[in-house]
């Protein structure tokens, strides 16, 4: 067999011979070239190929060009050649004032689809290049409009599945609110009289989980226990809101998990909180008043119809109720909550714990405050790609003069807490300040929750920890991989889809569904299922 190729390298053509093994001649011109050459030159036009290729796509990502490759080729090696394509069409596409806007009821009269745009066509009255550009804008437009308010949809529709209280939990709440009235066994002290003492204990392995979600505490609690190499030197520090103590209660005192030791606490018991002045609670006032009066409902936020779909699904989850509860500002106050205690670790209500955590004790914290997991590097770049600039608004001076838009954020959620480092600090004063300043700014510095003004509170205190023991996103996307998830040692459904919630990702609810026992007759009573 042989191969010829034209001189103009335009053709290459196969011609019958003994076969590529014995020998390969190529005929280029008058040349004859050897099957080695040949292989040379086969490499030589893929490595050309793979250049333009990288050329022209660190163009688009740059946004400094919008045309294909062999059009971005062509510009970049003959400039002042003509395109091919009219420039009328380049004109009508690119131009962006509204005289080619979609008039009002006129959608019918524009192709729906790609087949509707060609069969328009064809025929006789064929358009011109003008024409051509007008109905293919239109089309487009038509397209991205409704795609546009699909995902806006979307997003209201996660915004309120994620933001109710789904019936079986309430169902649940009210069931083992009765027990706790009706049930001498539900009322019983936790800990037991004898087990007090271990409450104080810095030989103990000491967790923090503030939570008013009774089905997500008893997973976090549950899995943490049932995968502790030392149940026994596992004490677990639950606190709640008043609302929910006498069924949070009620729960762990039919459900122990000896031989752990397990506290359930609400936030009125803590003399400090109850007689004291707390800045969170009145901050979060204020941010309430002000969501209310700058933000508007959810309705407002939706008919906006010039901001991206992804600021629209920011600003709904900055209304999500998760951000004005004060289970989310709790941690802030573990030094003066836990005064005997010197280091914990604060879990938040949406974790599976996968693995023994004592080892997280004997992490160097090199005199730093918060060990927790960097969130700007890792394989998943949409969760794993957090800056400082991702939570902080860098066009306000206040936050521009003060820290560098790139340095790398960190995740909330399963947290090391050197409380003896941290009563010799002032970030807990820091944390007040900037919410303060926040409410003055009306909001601008940034948009919801409670991690930015944690960012910046404990900003120059933070220790990195190994990604291991927290991995994020499980709440986000169904990207992750199960067999990824598994091999971490904590998996956190950050995000709307939580596991307890229908929008949840199925295969990735399975890990938590694993630590609810459904045959419990509370369970059942409330038609708590696994899928």
Same mark, same amino acid.
């Given at each position: 067999?042989?191969?010829?190729i034209?001189?103009s390298l335009?053709?290459?053509?196969?011609?019958?011979?003994?076969?590529?093994?014995?020998?390969i001649?190529?005929k280029?011109?008058?040349?004859?070239?050897?099957y080695?050459?040949?292989?040379?030159s086969?490499?030589?036009?893929t490595?050309l *190929?793979?250049?333009?290729f990288?050329?022209?796509?660190?163009?688009?990502?740059?946004?400094?060009? #919008?045309?294909s490759s062999? &059009?971005?080729?062509r /510009?970049?090696l003959?400039p002042?050649r003509?395109?091919?394509?009219?420039e009328?069409?380049?004109q009508?596409?690119?131009?962006?004032?509204?005289?080619?806007?979609?008039?009002? &009821?006129?959608e019918?009269?524009?192709p729906?689809?790609?087949?509707?745009?060609?069969?328009?066509?064809k025929?006789n009255n064929r358009?011109?290049?003008?024409?051509?550009?007008?109905?293919?804008?239109?089309?487009?437009?038509? *397209?991205e409009?409704r795609?546009? /308010?699909?995902?806006?949809?979307?997003?209201?529709?996660?915004?309120?599945a994620?933001?109710?209280?789904p019936?079986?939990?309430?169902?649940?709440?009210l069931?083992?609110?009765?027990?706790h009235?009706?049930?001498?066994?539900?009322?019983?002290?936790?800990?037991?009289?004898?087990?007090?003492?271990?409450?104080?204990?810095?030989?103990?392995?000491?967790?923090v989980l503030?939570?008013?979600?009774?089905?997500?505490?008893?997973?976090?609690?549950?899995?943490?226990?049932?995968?502790?190499?030392?149940?026994?030197?596992?004490?677990?520090?639950?606190?709640?809101?008043?609302?929910?103590?006498?069924?949070?209660?009620?729960?762990?005192?039919?459900?122990?998990?000896?031989?752990a030791?397990?506290?359930?606490?609400?936030l009125?018991?803590f003399?400090?909180?109850? #007689?004291?002045k707390?800045?969170?609670l009145?901050?979060m006032?204020?941010?309430?008043?002000?969501?209310a009066?700058?933000?508007?409902?959810?309705s407002a936020?939706?008919?906006?119809?010039?901001e /991206?779909?992804y600021?629209?699904a920011?600003?709904?989850?900055?209304?999500s109720?998760k951000?004005?509860?004060?289970?989310?500002?709790?941690?802030?106050?573990?030094?003066?909550?836990?005064?005997?205690?010197k280091?914990?670790v604060?879990?938040?209500d949406?974790?599976v714990?996968?693995t023994?955590?004592?080892?997280?004790w004997?992490i160097?914290?090199n005199?730093?405050?918060?060990?927790a997991?960097?969130?700007?590097?890792g &394989?998943?770049?949409?969760?794993m790609s957090?800056?400082?600039?991702?939570?902080?608004?860098?066009?306000?001076?206040?936050?521009?003069?003060?820290?560098?838009?790139n340095e790398c954020?960190?995740a909330?959620g399963?947290?090391?807490?050197?409380?003896?480092?941290?009563?010799?600090?002032?970030i807990?004063?820091?944390?007040?300040?900037w919410?303060?300043?926040?409410?003055k700014?009306d909001?601008?510095?940034?948009?919801?929750g409670t991690?930015p003004?944690?960012?910046i509170?404990?900003?120059g205190?933070?220790?990195?920890?190994?990604?291991?023991?927290?991995?994020?996103?499980?709440?986000?996307q169904e990207?992750?991989?199960?067999?990824?998830a598994?091999?971490?040692a904590?998996i956190?459904?950050?995000?709307?889809a939580?596991?307890?919630?229908d929008?949840?990702?199925?295969?990735?609810?399975?890990?938590?569904?694993?630590y609810?026992?459904?045959?419990d #007759?509370?369970?059942?009573s409330?038609?708590i299922r696994?899928s």
């Amino acid at each position: 067999m042989q191969l010829h190729i034209s001189p103009s390298l335009r053709h290459v053509t196969v011609l019958p011979g003994k076969g590529v093994r014995e020998f390969i001649k190529v005929k280029v011109g008058s040349r004859r070239l050897s099957y080695r050459m040949v292989f040379y030159s086969l490499l030589f036009f893929t490595f050309l *190929l793979r250049f333009v290729f990288v050329l022209t796509a660190v163009d688009s990502i740059d946004g400094q060009t #919008k045309c294909s490759s062999i &059009g971005c080729l062509r /510009k970049k090696l003959n400039p002042n050649r003509q395109s091919a394509v009219p420039e009328v069409i380049y004109q009508i596409l690119e131009d962006p004032s509204s005289k080619y806007d979609i008039p009002e &009821g006129s959608e019918a009269d524009i192709p729906q689809t790609l087949e509707d745009f060609i069969s328009s066509l064809k025929g006789n009255n064929r358009p011109d290049a003008k024409t051509f550009a007008i109905k293919l804008k239109s089309m487009m437009t038509l *397209l991205e409009q409704r795609t546009r /308010k699909a995902k806006i949809q979307e997003y209201l529709y996660r915004h309120v599945a994620s933001s109710s209280i789904p019936k079986q939990l309430h169902c649940l709440a009210l069931l083992l609110a009765t027990e706790h009235a009706t049930n001498a066994a539900a009322r019983r002290q936790i800990p037991s009289p004898e087990l007090v003492p271990t409450l104080v204990d810095n030989s103990y392995f000491h967790f923090v989980l503030a939570s008013d979600n009774i089905l997500a505490a008893s997973v976090v609690a549950t899995s943490l226990v049932y995968n502790s190499l030392h149940s026994e030197s596992v004490v677990v520090h639950i606190i709640t809101d008043r609302k929910t103590y006498a069924p949070m209660q009620a729960w762990f005192s039919l459900h122990p998990l000896t031989p752990a030791v397990i506290e359930v606490k609400a936030l009125h018991h803590f003399d400090w909180f109850a #007689k004291g002045k707390v800045p969170v609670l009145e901050a979060m006032e204020k941010d309430q008043m002000a969501r209310a009066q700058f933000r508007g409902g959810s309705s407002a936020i939706v008919a906006n119809k010039t901001e /991206k779909p992804y600021v629209i699904a920011a600003k709904l989850q900055a209304m999500s109720p998760k951000y004005n509860s004060l289970m989310n500002h709790v941690r802030i106050y573990l030094p003066e909550m836990f005064p005997s205690l010197k280091k914990v670790v604060f879990l938040d209500d949406d974790l599976v714990i996968q693995t023994d955590l004592s080892p997280l004790w004997d992490i160097d914290m090199n005199g730093k405050v918060n060990g927790a997991v960097e969130t700007c590097r890792g &394989g998943d770049r949409f969760v794993m790609s957090k800056r400082f600039k991702s939570y902080l608004n860098f066009s306000h001076p206040l936050i521009s003069s003060n820290f560098d838009a790139n340095e790398c954020a960190w995740a909330y959620g399963m947290n090391i807490f050197d409380l003896e480092a941290w009563r010799n600090t002032n970030i807990s004063q820091n944390y007040h300040y900037w919410l303060e300043e926040n409410l003055k700014s009306d909001l601008s510095l940034w948009q919801l929750g409670t991690l930015p003004p944690g960012l910046i509170a404990f900003h120059g205190y933070v220790h990195v920890i190994d990604p291991f023991w927290h991995m994020l996103g499980l709440g986000y996307q169904e990207n992750t991989s199960i067999s990824d998830a598994q091999k971490a040692a904590v998996i956190h459904f950050n995000g709307r889809a939580k596991p307890w919630l229908d929008i949840a990702f199925p295969e990735l609810k399975a890990l938590w569904s694993k630590y609810v026992n459904f045959s419990d #007759k509370f369970i059942k009573s409330c038609n708590i299922r696994a899928s």
